[in-house]
């Protein structure tokens, strides 16, 4: 048990440690479930050999899931199947296919459908456990997330404050 999964434990930012949170992915078809855990900076999905996960009856590679430099994982789905959000409003690059996963982000492949799932302290959503009273609530801003790639929190036009309600 950590101190964000101990009992009485209220989120404050959702920002933690590089690939901090038990990323996962739980996966279901008709009467067979089951969980991956995502330990790889590239997960590729699909029937071929060598792929990080492989679902049977599935594109050979039917998507990827990409583990960025801001500490998100990103879904590109390559083959048929479908996604929980606008892909063309996502903060990704990767075109229509392709979209930031939060906790509960859902998307199919094939007869298979996967829901991605990261402890709350470290989904880099909504900060505080969300908001209060609904989407035109605002909410407390959270600090800026830290650079990952040199271990320290960076400075930003906007106070250094990464959530920021109007």
Do not use: C
């Amino acid at each position: 048990m950590t101190d964000q999964t101990a009992p009485g434990y209220e989120p404050t930012t959702t920002h933690a440690d590089w690939g901090a949170g038990d990323p996962r992915l739980l996966i279901s078809r008709e009467d067979d479930r089951s969980i991956h855990h995502i330990t790889t900076d590239t997960v590729r999905i699909g029937l071929a050999e060598g792929n990080e996960l492989r679902l049977s009856d599935t594109d050979p590679v039917h998507a990827t899931i990409t583990h960025d430099e801001r500490d998100e994982y990103v879904l590109t789905l390559h083959g048929a199947g479908e996604m929980n959000a606008n892909p063309l409003s996502a903060e990704t690059d990767g075109g229509d296919r392709s979209e930031i996963l939060r906790t509960g982000a859902r998307f199919t492949a094939g007869p298979w459908t996967l829901v991605f799932n990261r402890d709350e302290f470290a989904d880099h959503g909504r900060p505080f456990g969300g908001r209060e009273g609904g989407e035109f609530d605002d909410q407390p801003p959270q600090p800026a997330r830290p650079d990952y790639a040199q271990g320290e929190t960076r400075e930003s036009d906007d106070g250094g404050l990464e959530v920021k309600d109007g």
